[in-house]
C-alpha cells in the first residue's frame, strides 16, 4: 500500500469523527492512546470506494502497524498510528479538533502521542 492510500484513509477516518463529532480515545496498559476508526464500511461509503478495497488496505495498515483489531471493539490505532492520526488532527484540523475534545484534552493527546 502507498503512503498515500494510508493518508486517505487516516484523513477520512478525522473526517468522519469530525462530522459525528465522536472521537473514542482509550489509554493501553502500556500507557499509549489507542484510538477507534470508523467501521470500514463507513469508510468505504464516505471514500466512495468498494468496501473490499477498504478492507484490503486496512489489513495491510496492520501490517504496518498503523492499526489493530480489538475484540468487541473494531479496529483501533497502534502507538504508531495514533501518533499519525492526532498529528493529522493538529496539523489539518486543530480547530474543529479542540471544538470536541477541548484545547486542553487535545494538546495533552498530542503530547502523549509524541
Do not use: C
Not at 468522519?16 to 465522536?22: G, H
Not at 464500511?41 to 466512495?48: H, K, P, S, T
Not at 493529522?88 to 509524541?114: H, Q
Amino acid at each position: 500500500m502507498t503512503d498515500r492510500s494510508v493518508d486517505v484513509l487516516f484523513d477520512a477516518a478525522v473526517r468522519i469523527q469530525l462530522l459525528e463529532r465522536s472521537i473514542t480515545v482509550s489509554f493501553a496498559a502500556d500507557r499509549s492512546i489507542r484510538i477507534k476508526f470508523p467501521i470500514t464500511r463507513r469508510v468505504a461509503e464516505f471514500l466512495d470506494l468498494p468496501h473490499y478495497v477498504v478492507l484490503r488496505d486496512f489489513a495491510m495498515m496492520e501490517n504496518e502497524d498503523l492499526v489493530t483489531k480489538a475484540e468487541r471493539v473494531g479496529i483501533i490505532t497502534t502507538g504508531k498510528g495514533s501518533r499519525k492520526m492526532i498529528g493529522l488532527m493538529r496539523e489539518k484540523y486543530r480547530k474543529e479538533s479542540e471544538g470536541i475534545l477541548g484545547a486542553a484534552v487535545f494538546e495533552e493527546l498530542y503530547n502523549k502521542t509524541r
